[in-house]
């Protein structure tokens, strides 16, 4: 539920820590004719490197590993309806040029961006596979609706699962956002000075849904934080490698925009986007018995970016030419290394750079 610091995460729906591996990318480009994609590189190289385990893993999820996986949906609702909404809530004091980063990830995601091959908005058609009980998939439409910025810290620097809703709240009532609880999702981003209860420690992202007690209304939401300062070896792996290499084992992987901290946190916004819509209440799509600490459709994949992955390697990937690495184009030429998602129709991790 939650992305880990590359290891599972008690409470339901964190992106707990997990090691990323890498699944299979296409070395496909952009045509000439549209004018908005720019590629550094129209051959690049292909890679999968070996990299030390995530401080904090416990993933044995390889590529194409089903025979244990039970997921299954238990009859809750998914995000169907078009757009889903995203109210963005930047806590904390973030630069204009990683809202842009991050904003430019999730524009990509709707099938009308324009971008390269393999792209967001193909790795978003496998989220897109999941339905309700009705047959509705989730929509593979996407907006961001709304923006809200909390620079002043309302809550003060160290958060917690509790004072989070409290800054949901408050950005309601402040924004003004839109109570929308059929097709809304909050997603709150804090930035690399603030703390979070179990960040770094077990989880990197989470997702869970507000209590009318604490916001007035049921309404999902996500929350991601930067790592950039506090544990980029765990929150922003690969990009990122655990101090105890002390520059003897392999290297980090160089982020595709420059920023570890911002592209560590766009695989996490991916993962916890993912399962949001396909588990917004927790009671549709997931694994295991226990529902307050389910087994999710990105949690299945952790650590996984392209075929090969697994064992220490995060799978092929794309390297241009300034040796940055990625698997996924977005729009304005953007490049982002984003784990792959579980497929309910391969039974497998999928994603749109796969090569087999």
């Known amino acids: 539920m939650s992305q880990r610091p590359y290891s599972p995460l008690s409470f339901c729906c964190a992106l707990f820590i997990p090691l990323l591996s890498i699944h299979h990318v296409y070395a496909s480009t952009s045509s000439t004719s549209s004018p908005q994609v720019q590629t550094l590189n129209t051959k690049p190289d292909i890679i999968n490197p070996k990299l030390p385990p995530r401080t904090l893993s416990s993933s044995k999820k390889f590529e194409g590993s089903s025979d244990l996986v039970n997921l299954r949906y238990h ?25 842009l ?9 709707s099938p009308s961006t324009v971008a390269a091959k393999p792209s967001v908005s193909d790795w978003w058609r496998t989220v897109s596979l999941y339905t309700d009980q009705t047959g509705a998939n989730v929509s593979r439409s996407i907006l961001i609706a709304g923006e809200y910025a909390d620079s002043a810290y309302s809550h003060g620097t160290g958060l917690t699962r509790l004072t989070i809703q409290q800054v949901i709240a408050s950005a309601v009532r402040s924004a003004p956002f839109p109570v929308d609880h059929k097709n809304g999702i909050y997603l709150i981003l804090t930035s690399q000075d603030v703390t979070m209860q179990d960040f770094c420690r077990a989880v ?24 950039g300062k506090q544990c980029p070896e ?6 990122a490698v655990p101090g105890y290499m002390g520059g003897g084992g392999p290297g980090a992987l160089k982020p595709p925009n420059g920023d570890v901290g911002v592209d560590g946190m766009i695989s996490v916004i991916g993962h916890e986007l993912a399962e949001l819509s396909s588990n917004p209440l927790v ?16 949690d299945l994949c952790e650590g996984l970016y392209g075929t090969g992955g697994g064992g220490g390697y995060i799978g092929q990937v794309m390297r241009d030419r300034k040796g940055r690495t990625f698997n996924l184009n977005g729009r304005r030429g953007r490049k982002f290394l984003v784990q792959w998602i579980w497929s309910p129709e391969l039974k497998a991790c999928a994603g749109p750079n796969a090569l087999d």
């Open 75 to 99: 009859m809750g609702p998914v995000l169907s309806s078009a757009p889903i909404n995203i109210y963005l809530i930047w806590y904390g004091r973030w630069a204009n040029s990683q809202k």
């Open 101 to 109: 980063l991050i904003k430019d990830f999730i524009n990509s995601i």
């Open 234 to 239: 765990v929150c922003a792996y690969p990009f």
């Open 204 to 227: 990197c992202g989470f997702h869970y849904f507000t209590f009318p007690s604490m916001v007035g209304y049921t309404l999902p939401y996500a929350w991601v934080g930067n790592s």
């Open 283 to 298: 009671n549709a799509w997931y694994a295991g018995e226990d529902p307050t600490a389910p087994t999710e459709i990105g």
